[in-house]
């Protein structure tokens, strides 16, 4: 699977930006894809992911009524919506790919990022006051 995310770049508070990421790959529907982001001296946070081939997705609390992940499979593409921008969105953010296990797994198993084992160069995005 290859990624590559696209669509940063500067924005007010309140603004909203939308953000792609392109996927190639023969086994896509057999993973989850993700968006994370990692703003500077802070750890790698888990911003949500959906599901290739069934479309559902999953937020975490903090971009929750914000941020919609939406995919076009005929384009090979994921996308971030993101609205009601602030100061603390402001981060790298990274597109990355999880295979589905087959097996048993927690309910945040998709939340983690080391269960994905694919990820694209991500897109800096910053929220100005």
């Known amino acids: 699977v290859q990624l590559q ?3 940063g770049g500067s924005v007010e508070v309140g603004d909203s930006l939308r953000l792609s ?3 190639s790959g023969r086994t896509l529907s ?7 982001r990692q703003a500077p001296g802070k750890e790698r946070e888990f911003v949500g992911h959906i599901s290739w081939s069934r479309g559902t997705t999953n937020y975490a609390d903090s971009v ?3 941020f919609t992940i939406s995919r ?4 090979g593409t994921m996308y971030l919506q993101m609205g009601s921008l602030t100061p603390e969105d402001t ?5 990355a790919a999880a295979p589905i296990r087959t097996i ?5 198993y998709y939340t983690r990022p080391s269960a994905y084992i694919y990820e694209g160069q991500g897109t800096q995005v ?3 006051s």
């Open 5 to 7: 995310a696209s669509g």
């Open 21 to 23: 990421c392109a996927a």
């Open 30 to 36: 057999s993973h989850i894809l993700g968006w994370f």
């Open 64 to 66: 929750k009524g914000r």
């Open 72 to 75: 076009d499979t005929a384009k």
């Open 91 to 95: 981060a790298v953010y990274f597109c």
């Open 104 to 108: 048993f797994s927690p309910k945040d």
């Open 126 to 128: 910053t929220v100005s």
